[in-house]
């Protein structure tokens, strides 16, 4: 019995620790991804026309689906927030509690989480489908650097594409709860628009299209990295697709803790 325990034991020992050095590891690597993107991001000559269209793919492409889903969060949230706020007589409130809501919290966080899940998979497949083609290797053969080559194109695009989602998912998620303030709970629009306004100060937009820039480097690493990773032809295509979503949506959520954490206790957000 006790044999059995102390072999039980050893073995879950020996699982947490190669699970800490895997964790450790791909730690590692990201950010080590990352310093390079960052440098290449600063060095000359930056290819204009790539990042372009890799902001017409990330950004434009992203409009209709950040829409609708923030458009009909906004209305979720008004409806919510009035469920509660009748009870205390204090409907006036929604317009604040939605805008607060929206810039500080759910516009960057669900927009992230679409571009991660929209964009973030397309990039993991395609540096994977380059990868399992023996394209990236290519390009090393010519002595072209991957990084330089492929990630920081969308390593720009996507740190200037995020925060116009985000500001767009705003105004829409916004929108939304006017309309259902308006329409539905007879509030004056000029009312609803002057508390809407009113508890908004520039460190609520400020923290947000912050929270967006560090998605934006979380979602373009974890897709690159994933990418380039990718062993096993189509089937290690799916895997690297399926890992790249699943990481990025878990660090986002984790990099929203800390940085509302972090808020909280510097701006007494």
């Known amino acids: 019995m006790i044999a059995r325990l102390n072999a039980s034991f050893y073995d879950t020992v020996t699982w947490a620790g190669a699970w800490f050095v ?11 991804l990352l310093v390079r993107a960052v440098g290449g991001a ?15 793919k990330i950004g434009v ?8 889903s923030a458009l ?7 409806f919510q927030s009035a469920y509660q706020m009748q009870r205390l007589a204090a409907e006036i409130y929604i317009a604040s509690l939605v805008a607060l809501s929206i810039v500080r919290e759910i516009g960057p966080v669900i927009t992230a989480l679409i571009v991660a899940g929209r ?29 330089s080559f ?21 105004a829409v998620g916004i929108f939304g709860g006017f309309v259902i ?9 000029s009312l609803y628009w002057k508390m809407t306004t009113l508890p908004l100060v520039f460190k609520d937009l400020f923290s947000g299209l912050l929270k967006s820039v560090t998605f934006a480097m979380i979602i373009c ?36 803790c800390l940085l509302t954490a972090l808020f909280y206790f510097v701006w007494h957000y």
């Open 119 to 147: 964009v973030g998979s397309a990039i993991a497949a395609e540096l994977g489908t380059m990868k399992v083609t023996e394209q990236v290797d290519a390009l090393l053969t010519l002595g072209v650097s991957p990084v």
């Open 181 to 189: 303030g308006t329409v539905k709970l007879g509030t004056l629009p």
């Open 61 to 68: 492409r992203s409009l209709p689906i950040v829409f609708l």
């Open 42 to 56: 600063l060095s000359r000559p930056i290819r204009r026309k790539a990042i372009a269209y890799e902001i017409w």
């Open 221 to 256: 690493v974890v897709s690159c990295f994933e990418g380039f990773r990718t062993e096993g032809g189509a089937e290690g295509v799916g895997r690297s697709t399926t890992a790249a979503v699943v990481s990025s949506f878990i660090l986002v959520i984790a990099a929203d």
């Open 72 to 78: 009909f969060i906004g209305m979720v949230l008004a």
């Open 22 to 32: 895997d964790l450790c590891w791909y730690a590692g690597s990201l950010c080590l």
């Open 150 to 170: 492929l990630v920081v194109p969308r390593f720009i695009a996507l740190l200037i594409g995020l925060p116009i989602l985000t500001l767009w998912a705003d």
